[in-house]
């Protein structure tokens, strides 16, 4: 069960909504969001999971957010290519937060961030520790918002803590 938070208190949706585009600019002031990757072994998941991801957003400037599900030739795995690309595209020079499925998406994310591939993911890029979907929505919101890095971090991996039940 959630504890009340005693600072907690009601605003307004229009005041909330009125406040994400400005703290966005300034974070493009600053040179850019942190960008997001969502790999899945499953192009379809890593699509859906974006648009949803955008949806919770709302009205605000989403960050750059990009899929790289699935292999090259459309089948159930993942490609460290389409990995490099979705990562080139997310980089707005303030971190790319790549949250994976499972296994060898792990897997080949870490391999390129070991540099024991030709392709050189951006600096600043992290894997988050996160639940898929979960994870996601939380990353994309705040990096749309324009937390820093280690807040977009946080925010994915809070996901983690969720109680449904």
């Known amino acids: 069960m959630l504890a009340a938070d005693p600072e907690w208190s009601p605003r307004p949706a229009a005041a909330a909504r009125a406040e994400e585009p400005t703290v966005a600019a300034d974070a493009a002031a600053k040179g850019g969001r942190v960008g997001v990757v969502l790999v899945s072994h499953s192009r379809e998941v890593a699509e859906a999971t974006v648009q949803l991801a955008k949806a919770m957003v709302g009205s605000g400037d989403v960050a750059p957010v990009y899929a790289a599900g699935g292999t090259d030739d459309g089948r159930i795995g993942t490609s460290a290519e389409r990995i490099h690309a ?21 897997l080949t994310v870490q391999a390129l961030l070991s540099g024991s591939d030709d392709r050189v993911l951006p600096a600043g890029t992290r894997i988050v520790d996160a639940p898929f979907v979960e994870g996601a929505v939380g990353v994309v919101v705040t990096a749309s918002v324009g937390g820093d890095l280690d807040m977009v971090l946080a925010a994915g991996e809070d996901a983690r803590n969720y109680r449904k039940g």
């Open 86 to 106: 979705a990562a080139l595209e997310a980089d707005e020079g303030q971190g790319v937060a790549v949250l994976c499925d499972m296994g060898s998406a792990v």
